[in-house]
């Protein structure tokens, strides 16, 4: 039976058992629209492109799933690249179809024309433009091995609409052989054995868990060996969730916004063992001193980031979750009882500082969850609380400032993949389209955005897509009338010289949910958290919680 290049692309699709797709319509991108109709798969129309994009890293994150958004050719295409590139430096898989124009009219500049191939290449996996429409099932089938395989990424098809027009006998092929794209799942042998004995004779070693850790699965593996060799752990931002926050091993996010805890383990570790992270300079700054005073030990499935950041002692490159079980069948724990008594020395002492903090200035009430009486609500008491009263399975998306870094130091996660954000490219507007993914993949759970109010602002058409679907996400908005996480940079580093991130005239958030048929309410006092939280989770319906923050209230 012959099909057009439309149907194909639908088909190929179903093949690959893809539930819902994020998308916006144009011309070029017409004739697959009008094959979507005949087909089961939902679409969820955002109100942007780049919100497709998230949002499909948003279901990515949220199913373990690839995410698939579709946009037309020029701008359409083109406002997807911030999106691709926030999945390409998160490692999530997602396939991006976009329109094209006709193929005899490729690189005459015609109305809607933009080599998206040619401005994608750098962050992507890889990318295909297809110009015979025979070629569809097979760049279909790769493009969706590619995503999710190795270390996953973004893949982009572009479609010319003569070549969605086009008919052909559709065979998908039941294999994917790609000449030079082999990952390599399995440790070496002999790499394992010497990470067994390092940390067998290490007196002081501190396991740094990254998102790979929750791509790969391998959060059991790492409670276990984190557990049988008595080894605390740090996590990066992307990490955050591979190892419950409350377990006792758990010492919080490294970095410059990290926790105390987590960066003295770093600074005095005898033996850094590095599973699945870049190695950014956000969580290692002082990566060559770290290597100078301990061994470094790097895992991860690409090859390309072991070493790069880093002076690497012993490299294993495979997949993290196979390591590690090999690992646990030969690993022998060593004497580690004296540098967990100097964590748990520097734990006391650092919630004694606190404490005394707190109890000489009442009006930084807040970090170690108790109301006080201050006149804003303190970023840190309003997520604690949050973490209390929320379920467990609940799915936080974040945007991209000081909202992110009070997320991160301050909720409580105890299921991996839930905590989800922008890590590599650190993009504003990413939370709000990402919880709508969220929320569409995983229609039980609780899927919560914690905003800034400059964030929220970048992607805020996105209630319109929220009303449409009638999504349940609950957006919880720290409002300090600032681009705050800048204005802090500028206190610090600029001598309080403050340029263009004053945010006075926000709108009346309020107001505008209720514009689209979503309930809320403003909050100005700690008092008023724990009541307007209650409410808000009370019912899966959509709501809005705006949250008066001090802008002089810091991130560290």
């Known amino acids: 039976m012959r099909i057009t290049g439309a149907q194909a692309i639908v088909k190929a699709l179903e ?3 893809v539930t819902h797709v994020f998308g916006y319509p144009g011309a070029a991108i017409c004739p697959f629209y009008d094959a ?3 087909s089961g798969i939902k679409h969820v129309l955002t109100r942007h492109e780049q919100g497709a994009a ?6 990515a994150r949220a199913t373990g799933k690839t995410g698939v958004c579709i946009a037309t050719s020029g701008p359409g295409a083109t406002n997807l690249i911030t999106g691709i590139a926030t999945a390409y430096m998160d490692s999530i898989p997602v396939v991006a179809i976009t329109g094209q124009v006709p193929t005899s009219l490729i690189g005459r500049d015609v109305f809607q024309e933009a080599d998206i191939t040619g401005a994608t290449a750098p962050f992507c996996k890889h990318n295909y433009l297809v110009k015979n429409v025979e070629d569809l099932p097979r760049v279909l089938k790769e493009a969706f091995h590619i995503a999710p395989t190795g270390r996953p990424g973004p893949v982009l098809v572009d479609v010319p609409i003569d070549v969605q027009t086009c008919e052909l006998f559709f065979k998908y092929p039941k294999e994917v052989n790609i000449r030079g794209y082999k990952p390599n799942y399995k440790g070496h042998p002999l790499q394992v054995k010497k990470l067994a004995e390092a940390i067998n004779k290490a007196k002081a070693p501190v396991i740094c868990a990254g998102g790979g ?4 699965r391998a959060q059991d593996e790492l409670l276990g060996l984190a557990e049988k060799c008595d080894i605390p752990v740090v996590t990066t931002l992307m990490g955050i969730g591979s ?72 490299p294993i490159v495979g997949d993290v979750k196979t390591i590690l079980r090999d690992l646990l069948q030969i690993v022998e724990k060593g004497d ?30 807040g970090a170690g969850g108790q109301a006080g009486s201050n006149a804003a609500i303190k970023p840190g008491f309003l997520l604690k609380t949050l973490s209390r009263l929320m379920k467990e399975d609940v799915i936080i998306t974040t945007e991209v400032g000081q909202n992110q870094i009070w997320a991160a ?15 590599g490219l650190g993009t504003m507007g990413y939370g709000l389209p990402a919880a709508v993914g969220a929320k569409t993949g995983c229609p039980s ?26 999504l349940g996400v609950k957006i919880v908005i720290l409002n300090n009338r600032r681009l705050g996480m800048v204005r802090e940079l500028q206190k610090m580093k600029y001598g309080g010289r403050y340029s263009q991130v004053f945010l006075e005239d926000n709108p009346d958030f309020i107001k505008l949910a209720a514009a689209y048929g979503i309930k809320g309410e403003r909050i100005t006092r700690n008092e008023e958290v724990e009541g307007a939280l209650k409410r808000m989770l009370a019912d899966d319906s959509a709501y809005l919680l705006d949250c008066a923050i001090d802008p002089d209230e810091p991130t560290l």
């Open 15 to 17: 093949m690959e058992n």
């Open 36 to 38: 979507l109709i005949d």
């Open 54 to 59: 998230h949002a499909a890293s948003g279901y």
């Open 213 to 216: 850790v929750i791509s790969s």
């Open 243 to 314: 190892i419950p926050t409350e377990h006792e091993r758990c010492l919080g996010m490294l970095g410059f916004h990290g926790s105390y805890l987590a960066n003295h383990a770093i600074r005095n570790a005898d033996l850094v063992i590095i599973i699945g992270a870049r190695v950014g300079d956000r969580a290692m700054a002082s990566a060559r001193k770290i290597a100078e005073k301990a061994r470094i030990v790097h895992m991860d499935i690409d090859p390309a980031e072991i070493g790069k950041n880093i002076e690497v002692h012993i």
């Open 336 to 365: 580690t009882r004296e540098w967990l008594q100097k964590i748990g020395q520097a734990r006391q002492e650092r919630e004694a500082r606190v404490e005394a903090r707190t109890e000489a200035n009442p009006a930084e009430t």
């Open 409 to 423: 130091n301050n909720m409580i996660m105890r299921r991996p993949g839930k905590f989800i954000t922008s890590g």
């Open 445 to 470: 759970a609780q899927v919560i955005n914690i905003s800034g109010d400059g964030s929220f602002q970048m992607s805020m058409q996105e209630l319109g897509t929220i009303k449409q679907y009638k």
